[in-house]
């Protein structure tokens, strides 16, 4: 088997896995160097999944946050709401609660061994960490 007929056989990860590795790594470029990303970007390269996967309620919520946090200050920026959205299209709702807990951990990992870090730190970094790492899991 070659290593692309590997990667996408049916025990391991589908195309859509693979897609939203690569979206989650430009989206993490973006939010360690602005702290944001072009929602342009986001729209773009979440908008092919919407035709393979249906709109579920908690892709429609996610997304009505991040149009809340683009609106009013919540502390947490309208592009993980955004993000959180695209995964919910290829993720269970238990999977995405698990994402958000194991991104948060890794958050305040971060926070506790780097003291010294700004206010604020990208969010997207820690989700796409989670992201992967629930992927790994799920292979065995």
């Known amino acids: 088997m070659t290593n692309l007929t590997f990667l996408f056989s049916s025990s391991q990860l589908a195309w859509a896995q693979v897609y939203m590795l690569l979206l989650s790594l430009i989206l993490t470029l973006y939010d360690c160097k602005y702290q944001a990303y072009p929602l ?28 809340l946090a683009e609106l009013i200050e919540l502390k947490i920026g309208s592009g993980d709401f955004f993000y959180l959205a695209s995964l919910s299209l290829v993720l269970n709702w ?35 960490l989670a992201y992967v790492l629930i992927l790994l899991i799920s292979l065995f």
């Open 40 to 67: 342009l970007i986001w729209l773009l390269g979440s908008l092919p999944l919407t035709f393979f996967f249906p709109l579920q309620l908690s892709t429609i919520l996610l997304l009505l946050l991040g149009i």
């Open 94 to 128: 238990q999977k995405l609660l698990w994402l958000i807990q194991l991104g948060s951990w890794l958050g305040i990992i971060y926070i506790i061994l780097f003291r010294k870090c700004k206010k604020t730190i990208p969010f997207v970094p820690f989700l796409s």
